[in-house]
């Protein structure tokens, strides 16, 4: 294959021996060429800039835990013609770095694929290789229920949720009357509301239900 036919790749990875790794073992596939490898944010955006590769290939956790997914959400805005590739151990962020524009997602334990991976992201496709794709299928239920649970909270009233958030910070409800303004037994009606609108058998179980939707 002509050096002009082969696909660019511009990577960015902070662990050091794990990048001229990669960098070696891409370097042997002949429809694939490495132009340059960063270890840190400003240095792929410098790179991108510079080469304006084919693929991008991109760790999640480097100068924060969050950095790959901005990154993938930069080049969705300033580099659209650029198809990233997650690279990482991270599997808590699979759902959404395909929503910031990610075309395939592998994980540093199955580098095998990394190849293949990038080739049929250069042709247009969207990969989601069998390991990855079970997390992203419990990713996708896990967000369904939180947002299930965003909708069922809606049928509480601003004063009875502001009421659970008081309660969830372990506040008695004399003091959370206090705070308010509102008398004790208004506060008790209005919890007797949010179970009978529930179903739920106790507050307790109302904050295990709704805590995590609840909000600051």
Not at 46 to 55: K, M
Not at 102 to 125: C, F, Q
């Amino acid at each position: 294959m002509s050096e002009s036919s082969r696909l660019s790749v511009v990577m960015v990875e902070d662990n050091l021996d794990l990048a001229q790794t990669v960098q070696d073992f891409l370097a042997a596939e002949p429809g694939l060429e490495v132009l340059g490898a960063a270890h840190e944010v400003k240095g792929f955006q410098n790179l991108i800039r510079q080469h304006l590769p084919d693929l991008a290939l991109i760790d999640i956790g480097l100068d924060t835990p969050r950095s790959g997914l901005d990154l993938l959400a930069w080049l969705r805005s300033e580099y659209p013609v650029v198809k990233p590739v997650i690279m990482t151990v991270n599997q808590g962020d699979v759902m959404e770095a395909y929503n910031l524009g990610a075309r395939g997602y592998v994980l540093k334990t199955g580098l095998e694929i990394l190849a293949p991976t990038l080739m049929e992201v250069s042709r247009g496709n969207l990969i989601i290789p069998p390991d990855v794709g079970e997390l992203f299928l419990s990713q996708v239920a896990a967000s369904a229920a939180m947002w299930k649970k965003s909708i069922e909270l809606e049928r509480f009233s601003d004063r009875e949720k502001e009421i659970l958030k008081h309660l969830r910070t372990g506040m008695r409800r004399e003091d959370i009357a206090d705070r308010l303004g509102i008398s004790f037994f208004t506060v008790r009606r209005h919890i007797q509301n949010m179970l009978e609108k529930t179903g739920e058998p106790s507050i307790r179980a109302i904050l295990e239900k709704f805590g995590e939707v609840l909000g600051a």
